[in-house]
């Protein structure tokens, strides 16, 4: 039996110029910049989705354009969580998942559903879209990713409500997001946000040593003993789970090295 899950360490989308010259190398063409970083990195968060839809055609790019093993992580449109009352995102969210999104296969990772920042929990509301969350699509299974941003969310009632329905709160290591760190689901999502551009792996070598225990520590089954939680009193059941952690700071030129120093450290 496992006795602990699958930590990747990656970064936010692929194409950032200030990653020529710094990540990439100086002769490589643009159209290669997935095939290098994937090469480089266990998985990537998608951003574009986010802001517009994409093309079947696309997603089997992305995924032949990767190795066997990576995964990406996708960004539920904008047009699905910024709705004044969130039970009314069906149609949107049924026009994000026939896109062709299942061309990714089994390198599809976490949906994750971003929120605006004056997004407020309320929990009925709030359950409303939990429930329009499919299980499944095109018989790939789903994981979800819930990532608030509005400080109405550190409440006791959250984590249960996630919990409830499988989806993963993320957390974020972030100036001024909340800090959430209650594991919900049966893998762990985690945004390290605080990274610097002067640091050569965006977070100091002891940070990213502390940050590569608790990923263990979640990979296990634990949580770990230093982070916020909403719900401190919940009994969270030990048992492995994948873990998936990205750096994406403000700068974000040094979150290509920053993912693999803390690939190395956990291994794989």
């Not at 299974?141 to 608030?148: D, F, I, P, S, T």
Request: net charge negative.
């Amino acid at each position: 039996m496992t006795r602990s899950g699958t930590i990747r360490c990656g970064i936010g989308g692929w194409t950032f110029e200030p990653w020529e010259g710094t990540f990439y190398p100086d002769d490589l063409p643009k159209k290669r910049q997935l095939e290098y970083a994937s090469q480089r990195l266990r998985t990537i968060e998608v951003n574009g989705t986010y802001y517009r839809g994409q093309t079947p055609e696309t997603f089997a790019k992305w995924a032949a354009e990767s190795p066997d093993g990576f995964v990406f992580a996708v960004k539920g449109n904008r047009f699905v969580t910024n709705k004044k009352v969130l039970a009314d995102a069906g149609p949107s969210m049924e026009k994000f998942f026939a896109q062709g999104i299942e061309e990714l296969g089994d390198k599809l990772g976490p949906i994750v559903w971003q929120f605006a920042n004056t997004k407020k929990f309320e929990p009925e509301d709030f359950e409303g879209f939990l429930k329009l969350l499919p299980d499944k699509h095109a018989g790939l299974r789903l994981r979800h990713v819930l990532e608030v941003r509005h400080p109405t969310f550190i409440d006791p009632a959250f984590p249960p409500l996630a919990r409830k329905y499988g989806a993963a709160i993320c957390y974020a290591h972030h100036h001024d997001y909340p800090e959430i760190a209650d594991v919900t689901a049966n893998f762990v999502y985690a945004r390290l946000q605080k990274g610097e551009d002067d640091v050569p792996t965006a977070y100091a070598p002891t940070e990213l040593d502390a940050w590569a225990s608790r990923a263990k520590t979640w990979a296990e089954g634990g949580v770990p003993d230093d982070l916020p939680l909403a719900d401190p009193d919940a009994k969270v059941e030990k048992k492995p789970r994948d873990v998936f952690i990205y750096i994406i700071h403000e700068g974000k030129i040094r979150a290509p090295q920053g993912a693999m120093a803390l690939q190395e450290r956990v291994g794989g």
